[in-house]
């Protein structure tokens, strides 16, 4: 398996630009979560699906972001208008499992935005 | 609301010597614990679990202690080597939840030859 994919791995845009993160997890995985990873704040979890249902979008910072799993195999990250605070790394991790047992998730590389 | 603290931003050990990093946690519905290892440039890998019911889990060189009455846990690495030299990040869930995962903000390791 080629395991979580990402989508851009940089992404450099300037203030005020759409940008859109893609995510393929691992194939059979049921849960899928977004998460942010700056220097202040460290892995911040945005959002997460099951069964390509949003969960918890608590983490979202701002209406600017938003999410969507429209199958199995594919969710985006939008942020729309962009900011320069926006400017970190973007992880999306899948899951196995629904709930209860072991809940390790397998992160992707990650996608570097930087916000001009 | 941080409820996964790393208070060490930062570890620097020597080659061989042992290293240990802390973890704490708020939300006593946490139940699974995990340690992921990030290197620069990638995503976090698994690196080590614990659950509740135990307070000890070993595997190979890392090991990691839960203390459930302090809400707090470590991993120690021994033999600290030069490859171990990462971001490592504290995790805890609730089995039976949503499958979530709260995450600490990591902790540096450096290990020197």
């Known amino acids: 398996d080629a395991g979580v994919i990402q989508s851009p791995r940089h992404e450099v845009t300037e203030m005020g630009q759409e940008v859109t993160l893609r995510c393929k997890p691992i194939?059979?995985?049921?849960?899928l979560f977004w998460y942010r990873q700056t220097m202040m704040r460290g892995l911040e979890l945005l959002i997460y699906f099951n069964n390509n249902v949003p969960i918890d979008d608590s983490g979202m910072p701002e209406d600017r972001f938003s999410a969507k799993m429209p199958n199995a195999s594919f969710s985006t990250l939008k942020i729309q208008p962009s900011e320069p605070r926006d400017s970190a790394v973007y992880f999306c991790?899948?899951?196995?499992?629904?709930?209860?047992?072991?809940?390790?998730?397998?992160f992707g590389p990650g996608t570097r935005l930087t916000v001009l | 609301d941080q409820q996964v603290k790393q208070n060490s931003p930062s570890l620097s050990v020597q080659e061989g010597r042992i290293s240990i990093l802390n973890c704490d946690y708020t939300n006593s519905m946490f139940d699974y614990f995990l340690w992921y290892k990030k290197y620069p440039a990638e995503g976090p890998t698994f690196l080590i679990s614990i659950s509740s019911i135990k307070d000890k889990n070993e595997d190979g060189r890392f090991t990691v202690f839960l203390n459930k009455s302090a809400k707090h846990l470590s991993l120690h690495i021994v033999p600290s080597q030069p490859g171990d030299s990462a971001v490592y990040f504290c995790a805890a869930s609730a089995v039976g939840g949503n499958n979530d995962m709260r995450f600490g903000a990591g902790t540096r390791l450096t290990v020197k030859p």
């Open positions: 194939s059979g995985h049921n849960s």
């Open positions: 991790a899948s899951s196995p499992r629904l709930s209860g047992g072991n809940n390790e998730q397998f």
